[in-house]
């Protein structure tokens, strides 16, 4: 095997081992956040809403059923923040 080939036999392997250590680690990130409704800004929630169909479109600021996801614990302590839609 040349040099060359061995060079980027090695990146590739290196890729691949980065990509399978974001993948095992992304749901610990996860179960540390929470969604907390009513205190995102308009254009800024992470997901759809009752009335749009995908992140970035709630309407208004502190939309009731627009969420953004926080760091579990935080939400209580935001003024308007709610973990329920409504």
Avoid: I, W
């Amino acid at each position: 095997m040349s040099k060359k080939n061995l060079a980027v036999a090695a990146a590739v392997t290196g890729l691949l081992a980065l990509g399978a250590t974001t993948l095992t680690t992304a749901p610990a990130h996860a179960a540390d956040k929470e969604k907390c409704y009513g205190v995102v800004k308009a254009g800024k929630n992470d997901c759809a809403t009752a009335n749009s169909s995908c992140a970035g479109t709630s309407k208004t600021d502190g939309q009731k059923d627009a969420f953004v996801m926080v760091p579990k614990g935080l939400c209580d302590r935001l003024a308007g923040g709610s973990k329920t839609a409504g």
